[in-house]
């Protein structure tokens, strides 16, 4: 039905069948108008009764010239009706030049659309039934498609059924052994096996439908069967999630096969195309930049590629477009952003490999926090679009917190607040004690002496005490310090730590206020320059919370814990290079009112730097 020039309008295409045995080659087409003049009904139907209606009527009229098939005909009666954005009217101006020959019919699923694809003088053209997939309404019953089985082939009583395989998911394919044909070439398949089916789709009868698959309410019953392309045993079943990664990347196109790679590969479509769609509401301008570029001074190594016409010289591979988007903005491009590929010569870590995609942009004349909100709502903008995630309440914003704050809570400049754990520091309280490791550090430029509560943990066996010391060493710590809270009441009667003995009732009374401990818990200690002290409090803080204890004790929470870092240092010392380096990254200035400390006191010199974290 559509509502045109006050007119209800509502076509329907049906045909008398011949005798022939298969009727839709031949039968006369009719349509039946139902308007507020009444009933009309022949084999064309005219009248002056909006466009609409006239584009209908020049599709039949084309049919009727070509004589072309019925079911193309149902088919582009669907478009018009179903998808009059697609411009019928220019669907048929171009049906007069198409090769009637060279029609094909692809009913199969793309995308879990239904497609037409015709040739003619203005090339191949797809033209595509959105509203049609499988979990609803077939537009045409006939389907034709082509994809892998998916390695169930199931021999019922006689009846043998195929899971077909696609990138949109399942389709369960009956073969029948009333078809001999068709029945001799599925006892043959086997897993993984390309396969070309046409069939007809109908419903599942009941009590078989499967609703986990979008697929779940149809079946096809196959018609033809081809084998395009038979596959040799695989290696290991596409289902199997104790595959190694060496065996995974091997066999890469197997591995991409899995669905828990196509899902990814496609959420990073849709990842891109929601940003790319949210930057150009918002008038940022898409600018591609060389790659072959030359080499700038930046936060790693840069990869060379030396130039066959100018001997003994390099290009560089860009570890960002930074240089060309400062020039971009000089020259009035206000707006841009690139969605780019980088790269960077450095050794392999969690968060680093050679080659990544980043989304690059860039602005002028925007303050800090103009930037913040209109990345904050990108970023939400984006996680509603793809995951259907609201990150906050929709009338709150990101909580922000200063880089020094997040340091002294959580020992990392991008904080997990999933976990919920904390730092303490508790240097000025154990300063005049007689356990020198605490002492000590007061000697120490920026000594610390922190501590870190876990609620609950003295039903840790002292086995996962010492490997997490280990683990520690990792960041430079020089061990972990620990007190088990056994009775708090008792006090240091209650107490377990090889450190107690040298620690007075006054401090430690001072250490347990402190962190607010507990009978049950544990807290753990690190002392030693500041750095040492959050890189390795903070990781221990991350591996406990992550853990199977933090999660049975309610220290994770799994949600969606979005934050600013603001106020970054301008610099860090290096203690490799002797000498000052940017913290953050040295494209960016000073606080306002910090300008002066450049030069004189670059340890307190803040930066106009911010990160999101999630």
């Not at 990138?167 to 029945?183: K, Y």
């Not at 309410?217 to 990664?245: A, H, M, W, Y």
């Not at 030396?306 to 988007?325: E, I, N, Y």
Request: proline share 4%; glycine share 6%; net charge negative.
């Amino acid at each position: 039905a559509l509502l045109r020039n006050q007119q209800r309008i509502r076509v329907n295409a049906f045909f008398e069948p011949s005798a022939n045995e298969h009727p839709w080659q031949q039968g006369v087409v009719r349509v039946r108008e139902d308007s507020a003049q009444g009933d009309r009904t022949g084999g064309l139907v005219y009248g002056d009764v909006g466009e609409f209606q006239r584009t209908i009527l020049r599709i039949f009229q084309t049919v009727a010239g070509n004589q072309l098939d019925l079911r193309l005909t149902v088919f582009l009666l669907q478009l018009a009706v179903r998808q009059f954005l697609f411009q019928t009217q220019e669907i048929v101006a171009r049906l007069r030049n198409v090769d009637i020959d060279r029609i094909q019919l692809l009913n199969g699923r793309q995308r879990g659309r239904l497609t037409v694809l015709y040739q003619s003088a203005f090339g191949n053209r797809r033209f595509t039934n959105a509203s049609a997939d499988w979990r609803s309404h077939f537009g045409i019953s006939q389907v034709d498609t082509r994809s892998f089985n998916s390695g169930f082939r199931r021999d019922h009583g006689g009846v043998i059924f195929i899971d077909l395989r696609d990138r949109e998911g399942l389709v369960q394919v009956v073969c029948d052994p009333d078809n001999p044909q068709v029945f001799a070439t599925a006892d043959k398949v086997r897993n993984e096996y390309c396969l070309k089916v046409v069939g007809l789709v109908r419903a599942r009868p009941e009590g078989t439908k499967n609703e986990a698959l979008i697929s779940g309410g149809v079946e096809v019953l196959c018609r033809e069967l081809t084998i395009l392309n038979p596959s040799k045993q695989i290696p290991f079943q596409l289902d199997d999630d104790t595959v190694s990664e060496s065996a995974r990347l091997t066999y890469r196109v197997l591995d991409l096969r899995r669905e828990y790679m196509q899902k990814n590969l496609k959420l990073r479509f849709k990842v891109t195309q929601a940003v790319r769609h949210f930057l150009d509401d918002h008038g940022f301008i898409d600018i591609e930049t060389p790659v072959l570029t030359k080499s700038t001074p930046e936060g790693a190594r840069d990869y060379l590629v030396p130039s066959r016409v100018q001997d003994g010289h390099f290009f560089a591979l860009p570890q960002s477009p930074q240089l060309f988007k400062q020039l971009l903005m000089v020259a009035g491009f206000d707006r841009y952003y690139q969605i780019v590929k980088c790269f960077r010569d450095e050794d392999l870590r969690a968060d680093r490999q050679p080659e990544f995609t980043q989304i690059d942009i860039e602005t002028s004349f925007l303050t800090e926090l103009e930037i913040r909100e209109l990345m904050e709502n990108m970023i939400r903008s984006v996680f509603k679009k793809c995951l259907d995630v609201d990150l906050v309440a929709p009338e709150a914003r990101f909580p922000i917190m200063p880089y020094d704050e997040a340091m002294a809570r959580f020992g990392s400049d991008k904080p997990d607040l999933r976990v919920k754990l904390e730092l303490v520091e508790v240097t000025d309280l154990v300063k005049d004690c007689e356990f020198k490791v605490f002492s000590g550090v007061k000697a120490l430029h920026n000594g610390k002496v922190v501590a870190l509560k876990v609620p609950n943990a003295c039903t840790m066996p002292r086995s996962e005490i010492d490997a997490y010391t280990e683990f520690v060493k990792i960041y430079g710590a020089k061990g972990l310090a620990y007190i088990k809270v056994n009775d708090r009441a008792a006090g240091r009667e209650g107490l377990q730590s090889p450190i107690v003995k040298n620690i007075s009732d006054e401090i430690l009374e001072g250490i347990l206020n402190a962190v607010d401990a507990k009978s049950g818990d544990v807290v753990f200690f690190g002392a030693d320059k500041a750095k040492i002290v959050y890189d390795s409090l903070g990781a221990l803080r991350l591996k406990i919370g992550h853990s199977e204890f933090g999660k049975k004790n309610g220290l994770f929470e799994d949600t969606w814990k979005p934050l600013w870092v603001v106020d970054f240092p301008m610099f860090e010392y290096s203690e490799e290079d002797q000498r000052w380096v940017a913290c953050h990254h040295p494209f960016t200035c000073p606080l306002d009112g910090d300008e002066d400390k450049l030069l004189t006191d670059p340890e307190h010199c803040y930066a106009k730097a911010y990160d999101c974290v999630l």
